[in-house]
């Protein structure tokens, strides 16, 4: 990259972890100039997340790279949470299937995997560049544009950008930088992380557990790249030394059985923790993923969420440098918050199931869940997604915010490969009308490539009463109805 290039470019990330990467590559696919910077020197060595859904397999497919991430996945047929006899009290089932978005539900990953597939695709594009050991401390707006000061081994940098993302983690310099406060929504627990090298699989648990003791509440779940993962909740009185120690690690795993079986690889205390950001938006600064919003662990959406920020807001941008008007970026917050915040206190509400330590309580807990069980009204099942809050979608239209499925053939052909990237208008006709606006393309159901897809799309459209569902580059439904009214509706918005 030249002198000229790397002081200048359409959007600057700061973050080159998962969300950084994805939103940089989704961004020069759609012919944005994107620098992705990162102030550590290399990849994160050791894992972090543990899971991704369908959704964030579909949004890795788009980017070329989901069967590579495939091969490095374990999948859990459920997901239980146990008393500390082992009665269920909750349980989500059929984790291994296959999902709306035309992958298995759930995907447990190993982090770093996921990391360097991305970067890896990252150096195949031409519009970006990824620049690591460049530490970005601060920005100012000057005549329309942003200037970033980014101190890297060759000496200080200032970019000028467009847009600058702060993708930069939960401590974000960027959300600092801008001033932009946390909404704490109160949960605050800390808890050993253990992860381990799988020797013997055979030894380990097959699915993912929670371990409701109020002795020690204890999470076990499977990992991605030969790796199993355990966390346990620190007492009062415990501290993260002496809880790092082997020995007292050892003792934790003893009644696991898994001597032999599991080499240590990573230890860490984390604060577990639920906030979002007050402001996703200010001027031309955004903030995405951890950076916007953090979520206890407990339903393994944390990264997923943040790949949803990056899917949201780059088909957006894209628009935005191809002429759209700017109030475009206005939904980003809008419609990705409403989806995050249910999420969160759905890992707060499994959090809080977990964390009981007090044994009455854990008691009361227990005779509670499971007489919702042998009732038939706990809240099994697996876990769906909440639709979008209000923006770029046609106000009015029942599944308008909703997920749009990939529907699969028997051969494993994915809908989303044939039709390719961009906005689609799905139709039994088409509109009789021009329209303007962000492009999309019209597909009429006896288009060819439709054939091995036709029937259930005929049978999702006819199950919503629809003559046409316009989808939008991120896979969401902008809206259903008659094609012209989709048209119009899509060109008139911003």
């Not at 195949?124 to 690591?132: I, N, Y």
């Not at 970033?148 to 993302?165: A, D, K, N």
């Not at 906005?423 to 054939?451: C, K, Q, V, Y």
Request: proline share 6%; glycine share 8%.
């Amino acid at each position: 990259m030249s002198h000229d290039t790397a002081n200048r470019c359409d959007v600057l990330v700061v973050g080159g972890g998962p969300t950084g990467v994805t939103l940089g590559l989704l961004l020069a696919r759609g012919g944005v100039k994107t620098l992705v910077v990162d102030k550590a020197a290399d990849i994160y060595p050791l894992p972090r997340a543990a899971h991704v859904d369908h959704e964030i397999m579909r949004i890795f497919q788009e980017l070329g790279v989901a069967d590579k991430v495939a091969a490095t996945c374990r999948t859990s047929e459920r997901y239980d949470f146990l008393t500390a006899k082992g009665d269920v009290l909750l349980r989500f089932e059929g984790m291994e299937r296959i999902g709306p978005g035309g992958w298995p539900i759930s995907n447990m990953i190993h982090q770093p995997s996921i990391e360097a597939i991305l970067r890896a695709a990252a150096r195949e594009q031409p519009k970006l560049d990824v620049q690591t050991n460049w530490n970005w401390t601060s920005y100012c707006n000057h005549e329309g544009a942003v200037t970033s000061t980014i101190v890297t081994p060759e000496g200080e940098r200032h970019i000028r950008s467009r847009f600058l993302v702060g993708a930069d983690g939960a401590r974000s310099p960027v959300r600092a930088a801008a001033d932009i406060a946390m909404d704490d929504l109160g949960f605050d627990e800390e808890w050993l992380v253990i992860d381990a090298l799988v020797k013997d699989f055979e030894r380990l648990p097959k699915v993912n557990l929670q371990i409701c003791d109020p002795t020690r509440p204890t999470t076990c779940v499977l990992m991605g790249s030969g790796r199993h993962r355990w966390e346990f909740m620190l007492k009062p009185g415990e501290t993260a030394e002496r809880m790092l120690d082997d020995d007292v690690i050892a003792g934790l795993l003893k009644p696991w059985n898994v001597e032999g079986a599991v080499t240590l690889e990573r230890k860490a205390v984390y604060r577990f923790n639920a906030k979002v950001a007050k402001s996703w938006r200010r001027g031309a600064i955004f903030l995405a993923g951890d950076a916007a919003h953090l979520t206890p662990p407990f339903a393994g959406q944390g990264l997923c969420a943040g790949l949803r920020d990056a899917a949201n807001l780059a088909w957006k941008l894209v628009a935005v440098s191809r002429g759209a008007d700017e109030a475009l970026l206005d939904t980003y917050q809008t419609e990705r918050e409403a989806h995050a915040r249910p999420i969160i206190s759905l890992a707060m509400m499994m959090g809080r199931t977990v964390c009981i330590a007090d044994p009455v309580a854990a008691r009361t807990r227990d005779e509670e869940m499971l007489a919702a069980r042998a009732s038939g009204t706990s809240p099994d099942g697996a876990v769906s997604n909440p639709p979008l809050g209000d923006g770029f979608l046609l106000a009015g239209s029942p599944e308008a915010g909703n997920y749009f499925p990939q529907f699969l053939t028997s051969e494993m052909q994915r809908l989303d490969d044939v039709l390719g990237p961009g906005a689609w208008l799905i139709a039994r006709s088409p509109p009789n009308t021009a329209h303007g606006g962000i492009p999309f393309e019209t597909i009429i159901l006896d288009d060819r490539r439709l054939d091995p897809f036709r029937p259930q799309l005929e049978a999702w459209l006819a199950k919503h009463g629809a003559d046409a569902v316009l989808v939008r580059p991120d896979r969401y439904i902008f809206g259903t109805g008659t094609p012209d009214v989709l048209a119009r509706a899509w060109s008139a918005r911003p």
